[in-house]
């Protein structure tokens, strides 16, 4: 694999920026879902908002149960459940889409799904599900980072055929620690230093230390694309390209921010091995198990 792998990471030798070689949006006529416009927008820019997609009812049902997993996995100790370093408040819930009905049904509501199949171009199926919390006042920030840089490298995952999906459950405003992407930063690679250890995802999903970019190549794509703020009310939801650089700040506001995250991937872009002979993470972060095609539903929450 690594003799024709155009993006090699974690390396001791200088990072390094390299051209995007697989398409943005894959033209297969798959299904009707993004328009052709948003299309445009999101091969041009790496992400796409869609402004209340969701009702006011369906974000209380689906926030009801978020609060209800937080509650549970924070009690149960449960290993999907991050929990932030200082404030001992749970970070993030992974694998939600395996562990709660609601979420299985939402992964595969085509308001969502639909523009996943058509902008990857194909049938998908859930890399990674999680739900983030950034609680009022001790929300911490999320570093800048390509995901598709970590999944390559610590999951094996081969091209940059895959897109999150973020479902704003609170409202996302400029002070509490919306998402934040540099615009075009999609078509450039940052090879990042520093050999990843094993078990790496026990810290990193708390704070990331490796796979962490260059600050030149930071300034770099910012000077080029600049910074543009995700932010929308409660409902809203954002598909952003795998490979966008991207982070948050932290939330010093007394308001909550909560998002659910969906990662569809290809369902030919499958899992390989982690780069560099590690071990492959868990399954509740990295699918590899029972990999199917999401049919899509027509349900309302």
């Known amino acids: 694999m690594q003799m024709s792998n155009p993006y090699l990471t974690r390396r001791s030798d200088a990072a390094a920026i390299i051209s995007r070689a697989d398409p943005v949006v894959y033209q297969q006529d798959v299904v009707q879902g993004a328009t052709e416009q948003q299309k445009q927008d999101y091969a041009k820019n790496g992400f796409l908002q869609v402004d209340q997609l969701f009702s006011q009812d369906e974000v209380q049902h689906l926030l009801n149960e978020l609060h209800h997993m937080r509650q549970d996995f924070a009690v149960q100790q449960r290993p999907e459940a991050i929990i932030e370093r200082e404030s001992q408040e749970v970070r993030s819930i992974f694998n939600v889409h395996r562990l709660n009905d609601v979420f299985q049904n939402l992964v595969s509501d085509e308001r969502v799904l639909n523009i996943a199949r058509s902008l990857l171009g194909s049938d998908v199926y859930i890399h990674q599900s999680r739900i983030n919390y950034k609680p009022g006042l001790h929300g911490k920030e999320f570093f800048w980072h390509s995901d598709f840089e970590t999944w390559h490298s610590e999951d094996g995952m081969p091209r940059m055929r895959a897109l999150s999906c973020s479902i704003l459950l609170t409202d996302n405003d400029d002070h509490n620690g919306p998402l ?118 027509n349900l309302r929450l």
């Open 180 to 297: 934040l992407v540099i615009p075009g930063s999609h078509q450039h690679y940052i090879s990042c230093q520093g050999e990843t250890p094993d078990e790496h995802y026990k810290k990193s999903l708390k704070k990331q230390e490796y796979g962490v970019p260059d600050g030149s190549l930071l300034r770099y794509l910012a000077d080029m694309g600049g910074i543009h703020s995700c932010t929308g009310l409660a409902g809203s939801v954002v598909f952003f390209d795998c490979n966008l650089m991207h982070g948050s700040n932290s939330n010093i506001t007394p308001f909550p921010r909560s998002n659910i995250f969906f990662v569809y991937n290809s369902i030919d872009n499958q899992l390989q091995q982690p780069l560099g002979g590690i071990k492959p993470r868990p399954e509740f972060i990295a699918a590899r198990e029972d990999i199917v095609a999401i049919e899509p539903n």
